[in-house]
């Protein structure tokens, strides 16, 4: 009788803990996640009775919280309608948050730490004190240039202040509106997004920061920084081939145009003068002679395999970490299975500039409250030294002469000493070649790294190599940035 007791006790204990344990679970533990999941209604309701913070360029707004007449008090606007909407992100009443409207959601909600005295003195003077102002470091003009010169073109652009970091342009195309994704009406917005979904040219890619492409020959200079740090000087001689074959293979890799590479010393090439005129065949080579992780190494120290330190969301561009010696000859030359972002080679340009020195990009320099005063500032982050000083001088000297004598003429510009990297990159069986151009210059107290990718060469379909297509896309956007002539 006790036994059947003391059983019947245990079912009810076990039942009262299960009783008990629920609430907890709901309550206690998950009551964070449940809290901050977009799709509770509670959450919805309370957030949208806050006018959430501007986002400003150069004092414009181009995201803002504007009152309506619905039991959602306020409703998310962006002024400029796409321009911006690869930085900014959306506000969705379905969809949620993305980019800077979801990594800086706590300031733009005024309940961010930094924020607690202000909150603190509207509670005691019954203020109802909209949320903060994010101020981006992204520059109008450098911004209108980036996606004027896109076009219609499908591929990206990134610039940054190479001394800073700051993200001066970032664009892509195609690119989406984010209005569309805004408003209070479900059905509209669930309308939107599936076409935006379903469109096969994925206008929701951020291509400049998330999309990932083999670089072509721009991976040249991290090639050639990785000889330069083995003892190669820019004048050590290479052999100029018309045909390379790895070892272990018997497929030769050859030069854009078939034949040996343009150079004053017949069968040999200078480092210097094979970047210049871009000679895959003594790059090729000199992979295989430095060697897998030596190459590996040099690229991981510019960013690869490790994610870029980046404000927003960005792709992690890759190199395989063992690679055979056919695989090291067609990685030299930034083909195989590299894979690289826009922005990920303007911050490989924006090192090489920088005197080696690697800056994380960033695009909110501040948060202001709105009674003007600075809440947060985030100030240039620097990564470290990541090459030498002396091997980034001769890289900027040898990237000049590929624009005053080489490959990327057409990203010259009157009265400014430019560097830069063209690069063509084979990607799938039967389509054109991505064009690429990466590039610095600075004037006064103005710098800037540039990375463009054209996708499948644009409307130069096969025609196209970086010179001719990438190239002046960027010189524009560095002309509008510093202010130079056309």
Same mark, same amino acid.
């Given at each position: 009788m006790n036994r059947q007791i003391r059983r019947v006790a245990f079912v009810v204990l076990c039942a009262f803990v299960a009783l008990l344990a629920a609430p907890f679970y709901w309550q206690v533990v998950a009551a964070d996640r449940l809290t901050n999941d977009p799709r509770n209604a509670r959450t919805l309701i309370k957030e949208y009775s806050i006018q959430r913070g501007k986002m400003v360029v150069s004092g414009e707004p181009v995201a803002e919280s504007v009152a309506t007449n619905d039991k959602l008090e306020?409703?998310?606007?962006?002024?400029?309608?796409?321009?911006?909407?690869?930085?900014?992100?959306?506000?969705?009443?379905?969809?949620?948050?993305?980019?800077?409207?979801?990594?800086?959601?706590?300031?733009?909600?005024?309940?961010?730490?930094?924020?607690?005295?202000?909150?603190?003195?509207?509670?005691?003077?019954?203020?109802?004190?909209?949320?903060?102002?994010?101020?981006?470091?992204?520059?109008?003009?450098?911004?209108?240039?980036?996606?004027?010169?896109?076009?219609?073109?499908?591929?990206?652009?990134?610039?940054?202040?190479?001394?800073?970091?700051?993200?001066?342009?970032?664009?892509?195309?195609?690119?989406?509106?984010?209005?569309?994704?805004?408003?209070?009406?479900?059905?509209k917005i669930r309308t939107a997004w599936k076409q935006l979904n379903e469109d096969p040219d994925a206008p929701l890619l951020n291509r400049a920061a998330g999309g990932l492409y083999p670089p072509g020959s721009t991976f040249k200079v991290v090639t050639a920084a990785a000889a330069l740090e083995s003892g190669v000087t820019p004048d050590s001689q290479l052999d100029n081939r018309a045909a390379y074959v790895p070892p272990q293979t018997t497929r030769p890799i050859r030069n854009f145009g078939g034949g040996s590479c343009r150079s004053p010393n017949g069968d040999k090439i200078t480092l210097s003068q094979a970047l210049t005129v871009s000679c895959n065949t003594a790059f090729a080579e000199l992979g295989v002679r430095l060697g897998d992780d030596k190459l590996v190494n040099e690229a991981e120290k510019f960013g690869l395999n490790a994610g870029l330190e980046y404000q927003l969301p960005a792709a992690v561009s890759l190199i395989p970490r063992e690679l055979d010696p056919p695989a090291t000859a067609q990685s030299a030359i930034g083909q195989r299975d590299v894979r690289v972002s826009p922005l990920q080679m303007a911050s490989i340009a924006a090192t090489i500039a920088n005197d080696g020195k690697r800056m994380a990009p960033h695009v909110v320099s501040q948060?202001?409250?709105?009674?003007?005063?600075?809440?947060?500032?985030?100030?240039?982050?620097?990564?470290?030294?990541? #090459?030498?000083?002396?091997?980034?001088? &001769?890289?900027?000297?040898?990237?000049?002469? @590929?624009? %005053?004598? *080489?490959?990327?003429? !057409?990203?010259?510009?009157?009265g400014l000493q430019v560097g830069g990297k063209t690069g063509t990159a084979q990607n799938a069986p039967?389509?054109?070649?991505?064009?690429?151009? #990466?590039?610095?210059?600075?004037?006064? &107290?103005?710098?800037?790294?540039?990375?463009? @990718?054209? %996708?499948? *060469?644009?409307?130069? !379909?096969?025609?196209a190599t970086g010179g001719r297509v990438a190239a002046p896309v960027a010189r524009a956007v560095i002309q509008a940035y510093l202010g130079s002539g056309q």
């Open positions: 306020y409703k998310r606007v962006y002024p400029q309608g796409p321009r911006y909407g690869m930085v900014t992100g959306f506000y969705s009443l379905v969809f949620g948050r993305t980019l800077a409207e979801e990594r800086f959601n706590s300031f733009l909600l005024g309940q961010a730490p930094e924020q607690f005295a202000q909150n603190l003195s509207d509670l005691l003077t019954a203020n109802d004190t909209p949320g903060g102002t994010l101020t981006l470091t992204l520059d109008p003009a450098a911004q209108e240039a980036a996606e004027r010169e896109l076009g219609r073109s499908k591929g990206a652009v990134a610039a940054i202040d190479f001394r800073t970091g700051n993200v001066v342009a970032i664009t892509t195309f195609p690119r989406y509106d984010p209005n569309d994704l805004s408003g209070h009406d479900p059905e948060v202001v409250a709105n009674d003007g005063k600075v809440v947060k500032t985030f100030r240039p982050d620097s990564l470290g030294q990541v #090459i030498p000083g002396s091997v980034a001088t &001769d890289l900027q000297q040898m990237m000049i002469s @590929v624009v %005053e004598s *080489g490959t990327a003429r !057409g990203g010259a510009i009157e039967g389509k054109a070649p991505h064009a690429w151009f #990466i590039c610095f210059t600075s004037r006064g &107290d103005k710098a800037i790294a540039v990375a463009v @990718v054209i %996708e499948n *060469g644009g409307n130069a !379909g096969d025609e």
